[in-house]
């Protein structure tokens, strides 16, 4: 009994943890949304049923919404005395590095998306 429930909690957290990288977006709410097509802010056009990355999201265009999901890996468990990370937006990735010598990757324990 106990290990279900702490199999249950542990999927809550999971769940928990999965809606804050997924938004959703309906495109009622958006501006100059084309019929059959996704519009970004930023002017780009994706069809229905199509994905794109942007601003390091993935994202897919429904009939009624755009859903984006993060890709970034964000680090969470490190040495933060001794290092620093650094995110990098043209790959979209997080480096950790001692603050002394940046030169030096750190060992980084936990990762979280
Ligand atoms: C991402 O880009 C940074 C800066 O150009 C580079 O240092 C790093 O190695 C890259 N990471 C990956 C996983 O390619």
Do not use: E, I, M, S
């Given at each position: 009994m106990k290990s279900l429930l702490g199999s249950l909690l542990f999927l809550a957290t999971l769940v928990t943890a999965c809606n804050a990288v997924c938004s959703l977006e309906f495109r009622k709410g958006l501006p100059n949304q084309l019929p059959g097509e996704c519009v970004d802010p930023d002017g780009g056009k994706h069809p229905i049923n199509s994905f794109w990355v942007r601003d390091c999201k993935k994202c897919f265009c429904r009939e009624d919404a755009i859903s984006c999901c993060s890709i970034v890996v964000t680090p969470v468990s490190y040495d933060k005395e001794k290092c620093q990370q650094t995110f990098h937006p043209e790959n979209c990735t997080y480096s950790v590095v001692e603050k002394?010598?940046?030169?030096k990757f750190c060992l980084v324990e936990g990762w979280v998306l």
């Open positions: 002394k010598n940046p030169g």
